[in-house]
């Protein structure tokens, strides 16, 4: 064993995660006492490399500009964070949590195209730092002199960081509103600043950990949804809120990837192992172990694992007269928009576009909705039918029709499987290990180039000749327009009663006899054979597929059309996919800064219409009821 190199790795992993570290910190913090899951945490890390770029360009390459830049840039950073909450979150505390997510994802949309506008797309180099650019001799092995500074950077500011916390006021208000929030304000805190201090605070611990990798990688637009990632599993594997918790989990995290990167590619029984693959995944491999066996984390503290009880909604009732009259115009106006193709050319391929993503939007609501089950990974199963399909045409040969049959199994066997465990946890830790679960797959697709092309992923996956042109269109439109029908006798049948019951009330439904894990597992299956169909229908959509129809970016869709539409009305994906694509198809023509466009007009639709549109829409016509009734 080569005793050296594997020194040399324990100190990289020593340095990364102290990185890790200030990154995850904040976000415990932010979380531990506004209670938002903060998406836009990895945008204000990028932000940080990219202000201290500019700044130590600014200041000269001389050892008093290049820390001070460092510093102003985190500084910057944590104003920003105020300024954000202030402006921003404190509007939306009262939203629900969801609402909440979508609002910081919205964040991560226009912080990354006013990068891209101040900075360019291509990534920018900073300098090393003076004095520290070269190199100790590590037993005859050349070592970062830098590395050690982040060595010693980690360990500061957990010192730091728990003085504030113990030995200062704000601090003990910290620590109460972490507890207990409602009581604090009861005793005249002001909630608001406390709010606003942490959120500073933590945004700029993450501008510092951003600044501080400035000699270490390039300033890249791509850093805010991979940190953000990385963030979670540390915050998640330490325990939600917990400081400690979060140091020591980012140095069993980055000492378990500095040790696959040393091992390399090892012979195992004569089986040749690669390890160094594994550090694309480790760390969701950690967390997923990790929720399976103690949820609330290393050092976070034992909580009920029941899911969080949402409050109970009216039940339920069929579509009225006039509704179902609306449904079936529109079903007549895609059946027709063909016909009109030579007016609206393009009108085809986006409403084909648009029903594939209301199904898989309505998959993800069965589980969201009736279900009352958060996931972060729904993608996951829409990659395992898509994959299935394609595979299905292309190694085994099968008929575009036994594709489409066998395809949507895959993504149902995904989620039989990663749902036996999730449907045991609640809230966040089941967001985060339906999260896990989705990047191991998104890691086994990527890596396994025999199989599934890699990175590449596979083409060439066409509708059949009696599919062709417009024809596909339509089996599209039936497809969906069955499956939809089908999630909506669910719903409605004995079986989405008893789904809503362990919902609403999962004591009362024990007590009646429903079996509700059982229902629930049941749940997630179902979802994932929707969503797995929606993937089949996809790849031949598209002609292709590739590893980012598994990432976290369609999740992240996913959810952004349910909590568009409204959690609460059946009628909620429907109308959140439809707005999606159409305001996505927009945004991309409108202008290069499509993605600010679009977070802009999520913000404006999450505060005007904090229930989702068709939610919105849904409590207007119950409160005409009620006043005509009165009436």
Known sequence: MDLTGFLAQLLNGLAEASSLFLVAAGLSLIFGVTRIVNFAHGSLYMLGVYLAYTLVERLGAGAAGFWFGLIAAALIVGALGAAIEVVLLRRIYKAPELFQLLATFALVLIINDATLWLWGAEDQLGRRAPGLGGAIDLFGRAYPTYNLVLIAVGPLVLGLLWLALTRTRWGMLVRAATQDREMLGALGVNQAWLFTGVFALGAMLAGLGGALQLPREPASLSLDLRTIGDAFVIVVVGGMGSIPGAYVAALIVAQIKALCIFLGNVSLFGIEVSFSRLTLVVEF?????????????????????S?????????????GRGARLAVMGLLALLALLPLAESLLPYAVVLAQDILILVLFAVSLH????????HSFGHAAYFGLGAYGAALLLKS????????????????????LVFGWFCVRLSGVYLAMLTLAF???????????DGVTGGSNGIIGIWPAD???????????????????LAVRRLVFAPFGLALRAGRDSPLRADAVGIDVKRVQWAAFTLAGLFAGLAGSLYVYSKGSISPDALGVGKSIDGLVMVLLGGIQALAGPVVGAATFGLLQDYALRATEYWRALFGGVI?????????????????????????????
């Open 366 to 373: 069965l589980l969201m909705g009736p279900g009352g089950m």
């Open 285 to 305: 491999l950690v967390m997923a172990l990790v929720l399976v066996f103690r949820p609330w984390g290393l050092f976070g503290r034992p909580q009920s694992t």
């Open 396 to 415: 085994a040969a099968l008929p575009m029709a036994a594709t489409l049959l066998l395809g949507p199994l895959a993504g149902a066997l995904g989620a």
């Open 438 to 448: 989705a990047q191991i797959v998104w890691s086994v697709v990527f890596q396994w």
């Open 603 to 631: 913000l404006l639709l999450v505060l005007a219409f904090p229930q989702g549109i068709a939610g919105f829409f849904r409590l207007r016509w119950q409160r005409r009821g009620a006043v005509g009734e009165g009436a």
């Open 466 to 484: 009696w599919l062709s042109g417009n024809a596909y269109y339509y089996a599209v439109l039936l497809l969906t327009t069955l499956a939809l």
């Open 307 to 319: 899911r969080s009880v949402a409050p109970a909604e009216p039940p339920l009732r069929p579509a």
